[in-house]
């Protein structure tokens, strides 16, 4: 099966340097670009789950135990099959993540997407070697600019759009 390039990324990203904050950031420009494939719900929810993973690995529980929930309720009638993952054991995976989280019982864990293409598994698997990566690494092995990369990103056009916007709503008001 052909799976998106930026896909697979994802799953490069998200068992392999456990860049979370970027397997956020290149799903969504795939979601974003490709509106129609009708797997919208499905991308939100594999968003969701790296979001998830973001908050919790950065003791954010409250966060992490909100997008777990999310993702699971996206994901569990989503077509995961189609992108090659098994459904019910991510939707496990991400119940106990919330429960954990809710509970603040337990710190962080990986969530591990059992990948039930073999053939998509070891492309993976070769796009790891390929950048030097190594599949299923920690994520608490993660550097600290992995962990908390949204505190160095640049936000300027964001910064700018909001804004824009504000002054056009005001502009509209007087």
């Keep these: 099966m052909d799976y998106p390039d930026a896909y697979i990324?994802?799953?490069?990203?998200?068992?392999?340097?456990?860049?979370?904050?970027e397997c956020h950031e290149l799903l969504e420009e795939y979601?974003?670009?490709?509106?129609?494939?009708?797997?919208?719900?499905?991308?939100?929810g594999l968003i969701q789950t790296a979001v998830g993973q973001y908050h919790e690995r950065r003791g954010n529980l409250r966060g992490a135990a909100s997008m777990y929930g999310k993702a699971a309720g996206k994901l569990l009638a989503s077509p995961l099959e189609r992108l090659?993952?098994?459904?019910?054991?991510?939707?496990?995976?991400?119940?106990?993540?919330r429960e954990a989280?809710?509970?603040?019982?337990?710190?962080?864990?990986?969530?591990?997407?059992?990948?039930a293409d073999s053939e998509l598994?070891?492309?993976?698997?070769?796009?790891?070697?390929?950048?030097?990566?190594?599949?299923?690494?920690?994520?608490?092995?993660?550097?600290?600019?992995?962990?908390h990369r949204h505190?160095?990103?640049?936000?300027?056009?964001?910064v700018e759009a909001r804004?824009?916007?504000l002054k056009a709503r005001r502009?509209?008001?007087e």
């Design 163 to 165: 804004a824009a916007a």
């Design 121 to 147: 598994a070891a492309l993976c698997e070769e796009k790891c070697r390929e950048r030097g990566l190594v599949w299923g690494k920690s994520g608490l092995d993660a550097a600290d600019e992995v962990i």
């Design 151 to 158: 505190l160095t990103r640049d936000r300027t056009e964001v």
């Design 31 to 44: 979601w974003k670009e490709h509106p129609d494939d009708g797997l919208g719900e499905t991308w939100i």
């Design 84 to 97: 090659g993952l098994d459904r019910e054991d991510l939707i496990r995976q991400l119940e106990a993540r």
């Design 9 to 21: 990324a994802y799953l490069v990203e998200f068992h392999a340097t456990r860049d979370f904050f």
């Design 101 to 115: 989280a809710e509970a603040g019982t337990s710190g962080y864990e990986d969530i591990k997407m059992r990948l």
């Design 171 to 173: 502009a509209g008001n």
